[in-house]
């Protein structure tokens, strides 16, 4: 049976797809590969895609517009807004009317006349959290958008936001060694009976195993301004990768099999949104699905984890500004 988003919203998989690195967050993609991608994933049974109207500045939706509008009753849309990116990254734009209009162009993009979730991707603090969630439930009221969102947000917040209208899913960072979430932010989404959608649920590609301290990343790749990946924070996360890939082994499995399914152990309400821009990776982070871990296991990879999680803070001190706010 699959769980759904809040008790009254659209059933989804256990895994969705994360969409933002088919259009260049991680450098150059192939957009061909990409369609391809998407059209496997809803061939293999995923329904949730994730998307967002600053991915590639509308060039994201405008791919999954293209790609999934033949399929919409097959498909649970998921796009963001709220913010616009600049030269120093993302800036909150969450005023009513930025919201709005930001509804009209994604709708247009995505080749649909309605939003599944809709996702409040960061807090504007010129803007009461209030008029935000408002400007989204009149968007509800209106048949444009079936369920609201938010992303990084804190406890506080979040229960501010539910009590204008209710919040079906919190997108946030989750992963086996990035759990803040885990000390009031979940527990929150629970007491509300929302869903938490865990983003970079491998780390941003290094619990896959495919980044080392002597990768150089690609032009636009987000992950070269992000402490946690990059120096000597690098060199001390990779000895974590290692350890689970030494784990991975003994399951035969992938590294990023090991770090989806142990999210999977978390709870029917948390769903891991890896992202794939090739078809191989999505064939093995569903294989995750297929993956069983024991209390022991379970206990090997909290054992190859510090308390702390991954070194270095996950984004650069302009977007850490921007979270849990």
Same mark, same amino acid.
């Given at each position: ?182 000390? *009031? +932010? ?6 509300? !009976? $929302?869903?938490?959608?865990? /983003? @970079?649920?491998? %780390?941003?590609? #290094? ?92 206990? *090997? +990879? ?6 702390? !999680? $991954?070194?270095?803070?996950? /984004? @650069?001190?302009? %977007?850490?500004? #921007?979270?849990?706010?």
């Amino acid at each position: 049976m699959h769980p759904t988003l809040e008790q009254d919203g659209p059933a989804v998989p256990r895994l969705g797809l994360g969409c933002m690195s088919m259009t260049g967050t991680y450098g150059p993609t192939d957009p061909h590969e990409a369609a391809a991608t998407l059209l496997e994933a809803l061939d293999s049974g995923v329904t949730l895609f994730d998307t967002g109207d600053f991915y590639g500045d509308g060039a994201n939706e405008e791919l999954l517009g293209r790609t999934l509008a033949p399929h919409r009753d097959r498909v649970v849309l998921a796009t963001k807004t709220g913010v616009r990116r600049t030269a120093e990254g993302l800036v909150p734009a969450g005023s009513p009317n930025d919201l709005r209009r930001a509804c009209e162009a994604s709708l247009r993009r995505l080749r649909t006349e309605h939003i599944d979730v809709y996702y409040l991707a960061r807090i504007d603090p010129a803007v009461p959290v209030e008029e935000s969630v408002g400007a989204l439930a009149d968007l509800v009221a209106q048949g444009k958008v079936g369920h609201i969102g938010l992303s990084e947000v804190s406890a506080a917040t979040l229960r501010r936001a539910h009590a204008v209208h209710p919040i079906s899913a919190v997108q946030t960072e989750y992963s086996l060694w990035e759990r803040h979430v885990e000390i *009031d +932010i979940l527990p929150t989404i629970r007491s509300l !009976g $929302a869903t938490l959608i865990a /983003y @970079s649920p491998l %780390g941003r590609g #290094l619990l896959t195993g495919a980044v080392r301290a002597t990768t150089r990343y690609e032009p636009g790749d987000f992950r070269a301004t992000a402490p946690r990946y990059n120096g000597d924070d690098l060199k001390a996360n990779l000895a974590i990768v290692d350890a689970i890939t030494h784990l991975a082994a003994a399951k035969s499995a992938t590294p990023a099999q090991i770090a989806l399914a142990w999210l999977l152990t978390r709870g029917g309400d948390v769903i891991p949104i890896p992202g794939s821009s090739r078809r191989p990776h999505l064939r093995d982070n569903l294989a995750a699905l297929d993956l069983h871990l024991t209390a022991t296991d379970l206990g *090997d +990879i909290d054992a190859a984890v510090p308390d702390a !999680g $991954a070194q270095g803070a996950r /984004y @650069s001190d302009h %977007g850490i500004a #921007l979270v849990d706010q």
